[in-house]
């Protein structure tokens, strides 16, 4: 009887102490009872609460070119109605600078065939009052016979920077011609992209690494032909 028990012990703690000597070695392996060690790179961007840029009520927090421009009905309105300097465009902007981004916006353009205007984001002046910047282009001239509605343009800076992914065939029958279109950008280090009405037009990285990554928002209006443009709903949600 009493070599019985002598082999159940023997038994039973030779089994404990290996059993712990596994559970040892394991932690010592695979570092068990740690905190997980977090890699940044694959934390994915986080939007932030939205800021508002435009009040509605008034002009507060922009500047910049505000003749030609008003606040009508809790829209933002901008009038070319003289044709005075050919080639002459202005701008309004805020005040405030931005990085990275979503923007989003519905825009209407009225009037004459020559109907162009833009939003223009990491904005700043150059020597001539020009904004350099990107451009998400609101528009067209002689009617349809150029559509620009979504495409990236630089035009101050590079005039021949142009980004678009649908042809103007594909922008007819996206684009609401006397109604309401909806914008959204987003701008996150070096990728850019467009949307209108739902449909990426802009898809692009910079490769010019000397572009600036922060700076204003701003609308364009150009002097040389008759036309209205209104904003409404504008929403900025800035991308950590």
Request: glycine share 10%; proline share 2%.
């Amino acid at each position: 009887m009493r070599k019985k028990i002598h082999y159940i012990l023997r038994r039973y703690f030779t089994g404990f102490f290996f059993t712990m000597a596994f559970m040892g070695l394991a932690m010592l392996l695979f570092g068990w009872g740690q905190k997980p060690m977090v890699c940044n790179k694959n934390v994915p961007t986080v939007l932030t609460d939205r800021l508002t840029i435009f009040n509605g009520k008034n002009l507060d927090g922009w500047t910049g070119h505000l003749k030609g421009w008003k606040v009508e009905n809790g829209e933002l309105v901008g009038t070319a109605a003289n044709k005075r300097e050919k080639d002459r465009a202005t701008w309004i902007r805020t005040e405030q600078k931005f990085e990275d981004f979503e923007l989003s916006m519905w825009v209407k353009l009225l009037g004459d065939r020559n109907r162009n205007s833009g939003v223009y984001y990491r904005g700043q002046w150059d020597d001539e009052e020009h904004v350099v910047g990107y451009e998400f282009d609101f528009g067209g001239w002689a009617g349809e016979k150029e559509l620009w509605w979504g495409e990236l343009h630089d035009p101050y800076r590079r005039p021949d920077f142009w980004i678009k992914k649908l042809e103007k065939e594909e922008l007819i029958s996206l684009y609401n011609k006397k109604g309401w279109n909806h914008i959204r950008i987003r701008a996150e280090g070096d990728h850019i992209q467009h949307w209108l009405n739902g449909i990426q037009t802009v898809d692009w990285y910079e490769k010019d690494s000397t572009m600036q990554k922060q700076g204003f928002i701003a609308f364009q209006l150009h002097d040389e032909t008759r036309f209205e443009v209104r904003i409404r709903n504008i929403e900025l949600i800035p991308i950590k």
